[in-house]
């Protein structure tokens, strides 16, 4: 399922950069020069996007002498899970929030910020660890890793449309053209970011839950993550990666929550409830 997903990314996301290349310069010459920036993105998208974002958010790679409580955590959560350790990064930021990246297990990295380390419980920061690796068990993080990197470059041309005014078929300009990436680029993109990322985050609470045993734990940490993230956005946000987290960094409020790439926080934490009644 999760491949099918990643094929119907790779090719919306490509129809999109090519129909507004299309609009920026009709003829052929557009669509070919957003076919080539497409594949381009594309093969970075499968072999660097972890390196992309690991780098916008300025994470250090950790070695187990630098972190030997965290590595102790998670090597926890990758024996009962059964997965390869992955790489450990960490976010100078007060912030707390966490993510995983790469394109496969063999691959993976969990960066979280230092806010996470110094706020949760030793329990706590154990299932959000968790719910970063169900990401990694379900194959989530190519799926995020190639999503990052091609709303950038659909952010990039859009904006690019504010300054380079399209053009028809005959060379005469055509700023309807321009308003039209400028406008709706940017939410098609939003859109397919929330379209594909809602579900997974469920999925990814309750691999957590099962990993662990505890999905209060997990629940107390969504909650306060959660408030502080709205109150203080973690500093290098971006639209482009906020579904990689484990909460939205950004602030969501008001009609804003339409667009928001994770699922009501409230809605998790009432569901992550319910399984210690079934347990």
């Known amino acids: ?14 129809g999109m950069l090519v129909w507004i290349g299309d609009l920026l310069y009709p003829g052929g010459q557009g669509v070919l020069m957003a076919l080539a920036i497409a594949l ?33 955590l998670v090597s926890r959560v990758v024996q009962r899970a059964n997965l390869p350790m992955p790489r450990l990064a960490l976010v100078e930021d007060d912030t707390p929030n966490a993510f995983a990246t790469g394109r496969d297990a063999e691959h993976a990295v969990v960066a979280v910020t230092t806010g996470m380390i110094r ?5 706590e920061l154990e299932g959000v660890l968790a719910h970063e690796l169900g990401h990694v068990a379900h194959r989530d993080i190519l799926i995020s890793s190639i999503t990052s990197v091609l709303v950038q ?10 300054w380079v005014t399209p053009r028809d078929e005959e060379g005469r300009s055509n700023p309807i053209a321009g308003l039209l990436i400028a406008i709706f680029a940017p939410i098609s993109a939003m859109v397919l970011q929330l379209a594909l990322s809602r579900s997974r985050e469920y999925l990814a609470d309750e691999y957590s839950a099962q990993i662990t045993g505890r ?35 950004l602030r969501s409020g008001g009609l804003m929550s339409i667009f928001s790439t994770h699922p009501p926080i409230e809605a998790r934490i009432e569901r992550l409830r319910a399984m210690v009644t079934g347990m």
């Open 1 to 14: 399922m999760n491949q099918f997903k990643t094929l119907f990314l790779i090719v919306c996301l490509t």
């Open 40 to 72: 381009a993105m594309n093969f970075v998208s499968y072999f660097y996007s972890d390196k992309i974002v690991l780098a916008s958010y300025g994470a250090k790679i950790l070695e187990q002498q630098d972190a030997p409580d965290l590595y102790l």
């Open 119 to 123: 706020l949760l419980s030793d329990a």
């Open 153 to 162: 470059a659909i952010m990039f041309l859009s904006r690019m449309a504010m």
């Open 215 to 249: 999905p209060m734990e997990l629940a107390n940490a969504l909650e306060r993550i959660a408030g502080i993230n709205e109150a203080q956005p973690m500093r290098d946000a971006q639209p482009a990666t906020a579904h990689m987290m484990i909460v939205n960094p």
